[in-house]
């Protein structure tokens, strides 16, 4: 599975955009983009997950470049809920397999009044 | 009940100690999985399960011992852990489908706080 690359932490203020960044260089054409958060000491939520198009639910959008090499997850207007680890996945997604996400260390993400 | 279920929230156990962490999910999915989460590490994938049988065990020592009776149950029993193995442990749930098509999304429960003294 590709890896990918976020930064360790991130603050945003209440009621303004958080843009969460992920680098996946080494994606592979049939690999998936997923974004969990993890609010602390709960289990993992999931939020969005795209293949090539940008994708927008009502959690958050997902803007993935034209080569797919980085994405991007938007939370429109952060509140203080969503102060979490972000935890951005690839994983393919095959007849055999399917798709046992393995987590990185993620992006602390920290919104404040 | 919705979603996924995990009891006991918190365990505190000896290290000759034998129990039980329970999981259930009431969403209809056919695969389980068991993650370890220690302090400050990532999450670790430990077991999936997929329609009742197991396909991973990622080099999980013998002293974890996982169950899935079916689909919507799945135990991780455990006996003569150590210290170390104290962690958040999580199940989650998902549904698969036997053809290349499309992602699979998780969902996890809150976790077993497990404390092994």
């Known amino acids: 599975d590709a890896k990918t690359t976020q930064p360790t932490s991130m603050d945003c203020a209440e009621g303004r955009a958080a843009n969460l960044p992920c680098n996946h260089s080494?994606?592979?054409?049939?690999?998936?983009v997923y974004w969990y958060r993890q609010i602390h000491s709960q289990g993992p939520q999931y939020i969005i997950h795209?293949?090539?198009n940008n994708e927008t639910n009502e959690m958050a959008s997902l803007i993935i470049t034209e080569d797919r090499k980085s994405s991007t997850l938007i939370l429109p207007h952060a509140t203080l809920r969503d102060t979490a680890v972000y935890y951005c996945i690839v994983r393919v997604v095959d007849g055999g397999s399917q798709g046992n996400l393995i987590f990185g260390k993620g992006t602390k993400l920290s919104v404040k009044p | 009940e919705t979603g996924v279920t995990q009891t006991p929230r918190h365990l505190v156990m000896g290290m000759t100690n034998k129990k039980s962490l329970k999981c259930e999910q009431h969403?209809?999915?056919?695969?389980m999985y068991w993650y370890k989460q220690s302090a400050k590490k990532p999450l670790e994938l430990m077991f999936v399960?997929?329609?009742?049988?197991?396909?991973e065990n990622n080099s999980v020592p013998s002293r974890f011992s996982p169950e899935c009776p079916n689909s919507s149950h799945l135990f991780l029993h455990l006996h003569t852990l150590q210290p170390e193995d104290s962690a958040l442990y999580l199940c989650?749930?998902?549904?698969?489908?036997?053809?290349?098509?499309?992602?699979?999304?998780?969902?996890f429960g809150a976790g077993s706080r497990l404390t092994v003294l």
């Open positions: 399960y997929n329609f009742k049988e197991q396909t």
């Open positions: 795209g293949l090539k």
């Open positions: 969403l209809g999915h056919n695969a």
């Open positions: 989650a749930s998902s549904q698969v489908s036997g053809g290349s098509s499309g992602a699979n999304v998780l969902t």
């Open positions: 080494t994606i592979s054409g049939n690999e998936y």
